[in-house]
């Protein structure tokens, strides 16, 4: 049953924990409801705002319309030769969903294990870790039209996926909320060790021939190792991106810090490591009021308990130019700011 609330606490449902208050809240379950809410009033005289698991927001004040919390839940899958569709629905959360697809020995989520969130941000981010990304499994979305209240489904061409992007974040923002996620998997697995020190943790655990839940468990164990858990201090995960820039721009970079941390990406730009960055200018494990960078990932920003979204903004407005000052390179931030 569709309820609107009033003036709601927003602590529960961001991992930063910032408390500010939504003047109105309604969870979805299902379309039928997402649909119903949408020939209110209501969607028509206050301004929106879509979240799933919270995590990647920061609230520097109260929202000042509707929130609307998607929860829709279900997973099923279709096997075809080698390859298995599973569908999930937008509010499953995104470990549940790994940890059913490594169940079932379907192969293609195990290095995305423990990213938090739900699966239905997963392609507007085009979430990735560990070599990689969501747009590598990614089949098809189906999304509600704000404007008419069509059900369209989104195939890989059409999302425009970029690192950490999608047509979701750009030209259809706003304008569609991701109801069902289908992914293209497999059911004979291509393991993935190259990347991090996935194996490096296998070699420990006595592993050469690992199978996804061994991958997936390594991952995990070396995420636990870096990354605090957002139910015992509040955080985001990733608060930056890695920077991607041009080659004659690394040669300006590398001329100076030669032992800086780099990738090379596909489209020969080269893409730069912004923990390792952040921790050279003196941020990692730096303690600024009620916030600060977690002591074993300076990528992470954290709320040490009491932050406000503010002041974790103005923290990371800090880091941003001490990153500029040292290295000519400008941080993006990765958690939208609200």
């Not at 028509?44 to 927001?57: F, R």
């Amino acid at each position: 049953m569709l309820q609107i609330q009033q003036n709601i606490s927003l602590k529960p449902f961001n991992t930063f924990g910032i408390d500010v208050k939504a003047a109105f809240f309604a969870e979805i379950f299902n379309v039928e409801d997402l649909k119903a809410l949408f020939n209110k009033d209501i969607t028509k005289t206050q301004k929106l705002l879509v979240i799933g698991g919270g995590s990647n927001i920061l609230f520097t004040q109260d929202y000042d319309g509707l929130v609307v919390k998607i929860s829709i839940s279900g997973i099923e899958s279709l096997i075809e030769g080698n390859t298995v569709k599973v569908t999930a629905g937008a509010g499953v959360v995104w470990n549940d969903f790994v940890n059913y697809c490594v169940a079932h020995n379907f192969a293609g989520t195990e290095n995305l294990s423990l990213i938090p969130g739900t699966v239905g941000a997963s392609p507007v981010q085009n979430i990735g870790a560990y070599g990689v990304e969501l747009k590598d499994i990614f089949h098809s979305c189906t999304a509600f039209e704000i404007e008419t209240g069509n059900i369209k489904t989104f195939n890989y061409d059409d999302c425009h996926f970029g690192y950490r992007e999608s047509i979701f974040k750009g030209d259809l923002k706003g304008k569609y909320i991701i109801t069902s996620v289908t992914f293209n998997l497999k059911t004979e697995a291509v393991i993935n060790t190259s990347y991090g020190a996935i194996e490096t943790e296998l070699q420990k655990r006595g592993i050469e021939k690992p199978n996804i839940a061994d991958v997936s468990a390594a991952v995990s164990h070396i995420r636990v190792s870096k990354l605090p858990d957002p139910s015992t201090i509040g955080n985001a995960g990733s608060f930056f991106k890695n920077p991607v820039i041009e080659k004659y721009e690394f040669a300006d970079v590398v001329s100076n810090h030669p032992d800086v941390v780099h990738y090379p990406t596909a489209d020969g730009k080269v893409k730069l490591a912004a923990g390792w960055l952040i921790e050279q200018c003196g941020y990692k494990g730096k303690i600024a009021g009620n916030t600060g960078t977690w002591k074993n990932q300076a990528l992470v920003l954290v709320n040490h308990g009491n932050a406000s979204g503010t002041e974790i903004f103005n923290f990371s407005e800090q880091i941003i130019d001490s990153v500029k000052s040292t290295f000519g390179v400008t941080l993006e931030r990765e958690v939208n700011i609200l």
